[in-house]
């Protein structure tokens, strides 16, 4: 990769990231995921520290038509329960990624992302996501032009290790000199996607080169993590100052709570261990109802309800008779055929807990 001299305006700023307190526990922008209705209830059943939106096309945003922008600006709908939150966009052309900077401070956003670690080919065939990895001063360029736009918003970068290879000793460099408040690093290169295990000794090295070149941004590690305590352990070898949650918050959105992540004792008694059990289903029944009513309710009319499904494939799963419950949520349209599915299947299928233990 070669050297990148490109100028770029002067001066970093943190702006909330500065604030945050470490670890720093952040929610990772999904197309289809990470919607307004499922932060509302992210944010309602256990909050991150910081919450990006779904990454949006900078070009729609500025080129499209009224009602294509409309459809666009629902990915943009955020509540303050939600804040600290970032808008994240992606581009592979300057005054989109301008435009769409400015348009988020604008709707009052804590902050701006650039994606340049999406592997899909539609993506990258735009020049945008993974492939400015191999482009290093368009990249240099997409971050001055965020930062012309944004105004006072910090600017972050989510990308990777590398694209064929890892190329850290050379990308995370040429990124830590434009002053970013964070980069959010996935520990595998575009090459390996998800089929490899990721790599946090890499993360480890960019901590590193933050240090060496004596900068301020922030690093955050990302790549199969489980759970807050899985988390921690990684800061704690890496040197990282936050971590990225991705695939663990698939039907899950309590991750962030601290008790979703403490294991039951092994001392619990039968009795009690199955009514955990049946309140825990009741709870997560309750909370994917919830999901899909405010699913309904913003997102309606702008979005497909089959988005609803992948979520229900993890709410609906661990347990005896979820299998048989899931085909049937599979098959619904709307969260009136949900409720009445749901209804039906919790009263005789999880019995109220029994008032004493049993004798023996």
């Known amino acids: 990769m070669r050297e990148v001299n490109f100028r770029l305006p002067a001066g970093g700023r943190q702006g909330f990231w500065g604030k945050l307190k470490k670890p720093i526990m952040a929610l990772a922008p999904m197309a289809d995921v990470t919607d307004a209705a499922y932060r509302r209830i992210i944010a309602a059943h256990g909050k991150p520290d910081v919450m990006f939106t779904e990454f949006v096309s900078a070009d729609g945003l500025i080129l499209a038509d009224k009602r294509g922008k409309a459809h666009l600006k629902n ?28 348009l988020a401070c604008d709707l009052g956003f804590d902050g701006v992302d650039i994606n340049m670690g999406c592997p899909d080919r539609g993506i990258e065939q735009q020049g945008a996501g993974a492939a400015l990895i191999k482009n290093p001063k368009l990249a240099m360029e997409l971050i001055a032009a965020a930062k012309r736009g944004a105004g006072p918003l910090p600017i972050s970068v989510k990308t990777r290790v590398g694209y064929n290879k890892v ?3 050379t990308w995370i460099p040429a ?38 070149l004596g900068k301020k941004t ?42 979703n992540n403490k294991k039951t004792k092994s001392t619990t008694s039968l009795n009690s261990q199955v009514y955990e059990n049946v309140v825990e289903i009741k709870k997560r029944l309750g909370v994917l109802l919830e999901h899909t009513e405010l699913f309904e309710k913003l997102l309606g009319d702008v979005k497909n309800f089959s988005v609803m499904k992948k979520h229900y494939k993890a709410y609906v799963a661990g347990w005896d008779g979820a299998r048989e419950l899931r085909s049937k949520l599979m098959e619904t349209e709307n969260a009136k055929e949900v409720e009445e599915i749901i209804s039906e299947y919790l009263s005789p299928h999880l019995p109220e807990y029994p008032t004493a233990e049993p004798r023996g």
């Open 75 to 102: 990915d943009l709908i955020f509540t303050d329960a939600e804040r600290p939150i970032v808008a994240q966009f992606f581009s592979g052309k300057p005054e989109m990624i301008e435009g769409a900077a400015k």
């Open 167 to 169: 190329e850290l000793d």
């Open 175 to 212: 990124l830590l000199e434009t002053d970013l408040a964070a980069i959010s690093i996935h520990a595998r290169t575009r090459k390996e996607m998800s089929r490899v295990p990721a790599r946090w000794d890499h993360v480890k090295d960019a901590v590193a080169w933050r240090d060496k």
């Open 218 to 259: 922030l690093i955050l590690g990302n790549g199969d993590l489980v759970n807050l305590e899985d988390a921690r352990r990684r800061i704690k070898e890496t040197g990282a100052d936050g971590a990225m949650f991705g695939r663990a918050i698939f039907g899950n959105p309590r991750l962030f709570a601290d008790n």
